[in-house]
C-alpha cells in the first residue's frame, strides 16, 4: 500500500508545453513538499505547501487538503527541467515523510 | 542563504571496507535526518537526530551507526559495506517545532565494488 501515489510515472514533453504532475495521498499531513532530482544528483526541494498554491519562477504548485491531493504545474518547460519530481508528505501522526515514486520527464527541444 | 552540506558528494569502497558520510544542517537548525535511495527506488529513512539524541529510527541496518555533535553536524557510519548498500544517501535538516520543513542536502553517492 502506497501512502503516496504519484501520476504519471514517465512523462515526455515537448519544449514550451504546460506540464502537470499529480499527486494523492491517504495519510494526515503537516506539509507536502515537492522534490526534484537530476539524474545522478541530490534532491532540491522545490516547494513546502500546508494549504492553497504556491509559485516561484515558471514552477507553480497547488494543494487542496480536504481532497488530499496536490498538483505541480510547469509552464513554459524548457530540457533542463528534465529530472524526477518527487512527492513527498510528512505525516501528521508519525515522525517521517512518505515518498511517491516520482514522475520522470523528459522535455524534447 | 546556507543550504545543507554533505561530504563527500561521491565515494567509492570496496566490500568489506567502512565509510563514514557526514552532514552539514542548516545553521540554527538542531535536527538531522538521514535517507538512503537506491536505484531505482525510493527514499528510504533511516535515522533522525535532535540535540544530539537521536529521536526517530528507521531502516537502518545494525552495521549503520549515526550520530550528531555539539555543532550539530551528524555523520553516519557504514561498517562491513555490501554491495547492496550502494545508493545515494542524503540527509536533511529543520528546527525543532517545523519538523516538516526539512530541507535536503545534495546527498553523497556511494558505490561499494
Known amino acids: 500500500k502506497n501512502e503516496v501515489e504519484q501520476s504519471p510515472q514517465n512523462l515526455t514533453a515537448q519544449e514550451g508545453e504546460f506540464i502537470t504532475i499529480n499527486c494523492s495521498y491517504s495519510?494526515?499531513?503537516?506539509?507536502l513538499h515537492w522534490l526534484q532530482q537530476h539524474p545522478g544528483g541530490g534532491i532540491v526541494s522545490l516547494f513546502m505547501?500546508?494549504?492553497g498554491k504556491k509559485k516561484h519562477g515558471r514552477l507553480i504548485a497547488t494543494i487542496n487538503i480536504q481532497e488530499k491531493h496536490s498538483s505541480l504545474h510547469i509552464t513554459a518547460s524548457h530540457p533542463r527541467d528534465s529530472a524526477v519530481y518527487i512527492c513527498a508528505v510528512f505525516s501528521n501522526t508519525g515522525n517521517q515523510f512518505y515518498f511517491g515514486t516520482g514522475t520522470s520527464l523528459t522535455v524534447i527541444p | 542563504a546556507a543550504g545543507v552540506i554533505q561530504s563527500p558528494r561521491h565515494l567509492i569502497k570496496e566490500k568489506r571496507e567502512t565509510a563514514t558520510l557526514k552532514c552539514y544542517p542548516i545553521?540554527?537548525?538542531?535536527?538531522v535526518y538521514w535517507y538512503q535511495q537506491g536505484p531505482g527506488q525510493d527514499p528510504q529513512f533511516l535515522i533522525s537526530?535532535?540535540?544530539?539524541?537521536?529521536?526517530d529510527k528507521g531502516s537502518i541496518p545494525d552495521r549503520f551507526s549515526a550520530q550528531q555533535f555539539s555543532d550539530y553536524h551528524s555523520e553516519l557510519n557504514m561498517s562491513s559495506l555490501e554491495l547492496g548498500d550502494s545508493a545515494l544517501y542524503f540527509c536533511?535538516?529543520?528546527?525543532?517545532?517545523?519538523?516538516?520543513?526539512?530541507?535536503f542536502g545534495p546527498g553523497t553517492r556511494l558505490t561499494v565494488t
Open positions: 536533511a535538516s529543520s528546527s525543532a517545532g517545523t519538523y516538516y520543513e526539512q530541507y
Open positions: 537526530f535532535y540535540e544530539k539524541m537521536q529521536s
Open positions: 495519510v494526515g499531513i503537516s506539509a
Open positions: 545553521p540554527r537548525h538542531d535536527t
Open positions: 505547501l500546508s494549504s
